[in-house]
């Protein structure tokens, strides 16, 4: 069955420390890889998408990687304003439907 | 830049009022979709629409029906509101699949519906 699993489920950073969430998903014929932004009472801002493994997307502090079974997002020196709900989705490939799998999303807050 | 704009952010309404959520993209994207998202249970996918005036049911359909008479325009419809549709409805668009690769879904702001 296809799986889409994120870590951790929340994560507190002081401003400044680096870490990384994780997208595990298990999946046949990946056909993407997208990460989100979503602050608290609004709709999913899209960061990345990614396509095949050893693909890699920058955007500021963040970077996005991708590997066979995972992908990271990365986040540099984060600020209190990274601070929301990072979700993590996939596409598989070979039906019609275009429907994607999301995981349940990383709360991450970052303290001043 | 990809707008998808859903038309009221926030509605209360009583149970077994009919509702009706619009949902408009301005980028000429095939497909469209409507999600609920509640706490820990994440995104679920209630309907969605490859093309005008098809579509299929998600995940979660039971409750729910959905029209889309123009491309641009896709309604999400509660016949009889119940409490447990009280959730965040966000609908969704993004370009028919090109060859081995997807194509990102892009999000509305989300509305608010609250079913008392």
């Known amino acids: 069955e296809d799986q889409v699993t994120q870590s951790p489920e929340a994560l507190r950073l002081q401003e400044g420390e680096s870490s990384s969430l994780n997208c595990s998903y298990t999946?046949?014929?990946?056909?993407?890889l997208f990460w989100y932004r979503q602050d608290p009472g609004k709709g999913p801002e899209f960061l990345f998408t990614?396509?095949?493994a050893g693909e890699e997307k920058e955007k500021e502090r963040l970077k996005a990687t991708l590997t066979k079974k995972e992908s990271f997002l990365h986040i540099t020196a984060p600020k209190p304003e990274d601070s929301a709900t990072y979700l993590c989705?996939?596409?598989?490939?070979?039906?019609?439907?275009?429907?994607?799998?999301f995981g349940k999303g990383t709360r991450l807050h970052i303290l001043p | 830049d990809v707008k998808v704009t859903q038309s009221s952010r926030y509605l209360v309404k009583r149970t077994g009022e009919k509702v009706f959520l619009e949902c408009v993209q301005d980028?000429?994207?095939?497909?469209m979709f409507w999600y609920r998202q509640d706490p820990g249970l994440g995104l679920r996918l209630i309907y969605f629409?490859?093309?005008?005036?098809?579509?299929e049911k998600g995940d979660i359909p039971e409750g729910y029906s959905v029209s889309r008479e123009k491309k641009e325009r896709f309604s999400l419809i509660l016949e009889s509101a119940s409490t447990n549709q009280t959730s965040m409805y966000l609908c969704?668009?993004?370009?028919?699949?090109?060859?081995?690769?997807?194509?990102?879904?892009?999000f509305g702001e989300g509305s608010w519906l609250t079913v008392v």
């Open positions: 969704a668009s993004s370009l028919s699949p090109s060859g081995r690769k997807g194509n990102t879904i892009y």
């Open positions: 990614l396509y095949s």
């Open positions: 980028m000429d994207h095939e497909n």
């Open positions: 629409s490859y093309d005008v005036k098809m579509k």
């Open positions: 999946v046949s014929g990946l056909r993407g």
């Open positions: 989705a996939v596409q598989a490939g070979g039906n019609r439907d275009d429907k994607i799998i």
